[in-house]
Structures are given as structure tokens and as C-alpha cells.
Nanobody, 128 residues
Framework: QVQLVTSGGGLVQAGGSLRLSCAAS????????MGWFRQAPGLSLEREFV??????????YSGDSVKGRFTISRDNGENTVSLQMNSLKPEDTAVYYC???????????????????WGQGTQVTVSS
């Protein structure tokens, strides 16, 4: 059974940093594409793609809003994927989720529907 356990959220002031981690178990981690999504307050059905990383370490970011501030990485030996978030802004406030899909394709989907497994989410709050 696939399990994803997310950690690392918290409260930080604008300009600060947080590092989120997602620990995976249940299937060979090296074959997974991993994604970080976030769900902002008040938008209960909108889980927005933030960043993704494929099995070979290729990355994709959602756009200018996070590129240059967020860095996704993976450690296949430790079965973890991380999201380093720097220069945080109040608009980054959200519940962050990691998702996983089993794939040896280099493509990193941005749609939440493409990810079969999800962690429990971790709250990130950035105060102004």
C-alpha cells in the first residue's frame, strides 16, 4: 500500500523560509513522478500545481509566482521529495500536498487528476 507522509509546514513571516518533506513508502520510489500542490483558504476544490519532479530528476514549476523562490528535489535513497520555499509571501499561504504517480515518462503533469496518491497535507501560513 502506498503511503505519503507530509511534514514541515508552519507559520513564518513574509520573507522567511520553510522546507516541506514528503516521505513515501509502498512501491519502488525511483519510478514515481512527484508533485507538490497547494490549496489556498476559501478555494476548497482548487488544488493548484506548484512544482513537480520526475523519476530522473527533471523538474517543472508552476510559473513565475514560485520559480526562483521554490526548489523541488528528491532523494531516491531516502524515498523523500522536498520543497524548499524561500522568500515566502502571504499569498503562499495554503495547505500543501504531495502527490505521486507511478511513471517512467519524463512528463510532469500539472493536473491533480494525474496523481493517484496523496499525502495528508501540511499547513503553511505566511504572515505579513
Amino acid at each position: 500500500q502506498v503511503q505519503l507522509v507530509t511534514s514541515g509546514g508552519g507559520l513564518v513571516q513574509a520573507g522567511g523560509s520553510l522546507r516541506l518533506s514528503c516521505a513515501a513508502s509502498g512501491r519502488p520510489f525511483g519510478t514515481w513522478t512527484m508533485g507538490w500542490f497547494r490549496q489556498a483558504p476559501g478555494l476548497s476544490l482548487e488544488r493548484e500545481f506548484v512544482a513537480g519532479i520526475n523519476w530522473s530528476g527533471g523538474t517543472l514549476y508552476s510559473g513565475d509566482s514560485v520559480k526562483g523562490r521554490f526548489t523541488i528535489s528528491r532523494d531516491n535513497g531516502e524515498n523523500t521529495v522536498s520543497l524548499q520555499m524561500n522568500s515566502l509571501k502571504p499569498e503562499d499561504t495554503a495547505v500543501y500536498y504531495c502527490g505521486a504517480r507511478v511513471s517512467l515518462s519524463s512528463t510532469i503533469p500539472m493536473s491533480r487528476d494525474s496523481y493517484a496518491y496523496w499525502g495528508q497535507g501540511t499547513q503553511v501560513t505566511v504572515s505579513s
